[in-house]
């Protein structure tokens, strides 16, 4: 209803929802959700989201896309939203990306040593999405001939010092009540190409 780009080619039941909702004396009232494949073989973490328009502009959405990098770390892994990314997906993941990591810096009692495979581990994002957003920030050197990327840490301690931290609608490790979801292979088998159930939308 919400998502006028998108039409559901498949049937939802290889799908696992998490739904956000709001509650009152009343009871519970959607306020968005998001939703995720059983098995991905393209490490996606979230598959569709949405915040309800009238709901739009209270953090939910940056909240839901915190849940879903949670839930990654919870099962050990490494994620990353299904791609390709809608105008409006890709803004909402740049800002979540950009947030992230410079919460993860300004928590670091020393930036010495900071690489780009130990920020994907701790945040639970893949490297790439890691690195296009350390550059998109200006933090990246420019490497030399074949070598890997680096962090600039003095960029980094440059903007730490001269920002202010926003704060933001986080998902709490502490509070999360998790088991994972068992599946047999012969039900969900891990699929060969990536899913085509449209892109991402979010506020």
């Not at 039409?7 to 739904?19: A, I, M, N, S």
């Not at 990314?85 to 993941?93: C, E, F, I, Q, V």
Request: aromatic content about 10%.
């Amino acid at each position: 209803m919400f998502l006028d780009h998108k039409t559901l080619y498949y049937d939802v039941e290889p799908f696992l929802f998490y739904v956000l909702t709001e509650v009152d004396d009343q009871g519970c009232h959607l306020t968005g959700y998001f939703s995720k494949e059983k098995r991905s073989g393209r490490q996606y973490n979230l598959s569709c989201i949405l915040t309800l328009p009238h709901h739009q502009r209270k953090g939910y959405g940056f909240f839901l896309i915190d849940l879903s990098y949670l839930l990654s770390r919870k099962e050990g892994k490494l994620g990353s939203p299904e791609k390709p990314l809608s105008d409006l997906g890709l803004l909402s993941y740049q800002s979540y990306w950009k947030h992230t990591l410079l919460c993860a810096f300004n928590k670091m009692t020393s930036l010495d040593d900071v690489s780009i495979i130990d920020l994907s581990e701790q945040l639970g994002m893949l490297q790439e999405d890691v690195t296009a957003t350390l550059s998109e920030l200006g933090f990246l050197v420019k490497p030399e001939s074949d070598e890997s990327p680096k962090v600039d840490l003095d960029a980094v301690q440059r903007y730490l010092d001269d920002s202010k931290m926003r704060s933001s609608l986080i998902a709490k490790p502490d509070l999360l009540r998790w088991s994972p979801f068992l599946i047999r292979e012969v039900d969900y088998p891990i699929p060969s190409s990536p899913s085509t159930n449209g892109d991402l939308d979010s506020e």
